[in-house]
């Protein structure tokens, strides 16, 4: 299974940015994906989460900011981020998630980078 997150950049405070997580080799319309992020010296933390049937999860740090979205047909999953904090820069990582913490893909690949200025 391979991951290539894509469509990070830099952007003001207040600003709106969507990502892009392209899933192959998976069975992609069957399983939990998950958006994560991650800053220099920290964990990777999830941000949202959308299940197989379709249903949203969010951290409440981005809870009615960023919404997750998926296209089945193009084994995508999406995140689209608005009023963009600078506490929201960071890298950021898909992968499908297993529930409890754990998640199912090894390599996380290289992420995209999301820079936020105040």
């Known amino acids: 299974v391979q991951l290539q997150a894509f469509g990070g950049g830099l952007v003001q405070a207040g600003g709106s940015l969507r990502i892009s997580c392209v899933v192959s080799?998976?069975?992609?319309?069957?399983?939990?994906w998950a958006w994560y992020r991650r800053t220099p010296g920290t964990r990777r933390d999830m941000v949202a989460l959308?299940?197989?049937?379709?249903?949203?999860h969010y951290a409440d740090s981005v809870k009615g900011r960023f919404t997750i979205s998926r296209d089945v047909a193009k084994n995508t999953v999406y995140l689209q981020m608005n009023s963009l904090k600078p506490e929201d820069t960071a890298v950021y990582y898909c992968?499908?998630?297993?529930?409890?913490?754990?998640?199912?893909?090894?390599?996380w690949g290289q992420g995209t980078k999301v820079t936020v200025s105040s």
């Open positions: 959308i299940t197989s049937r379709g249903v949203a």
């Open positions: 992968n499908e998630d297993l529930g409890r913490g754990r998640t199912a893909i090894a390599s």
């Open positions: 080799g998976s069975d992609f319309s069957q399983n939990n």
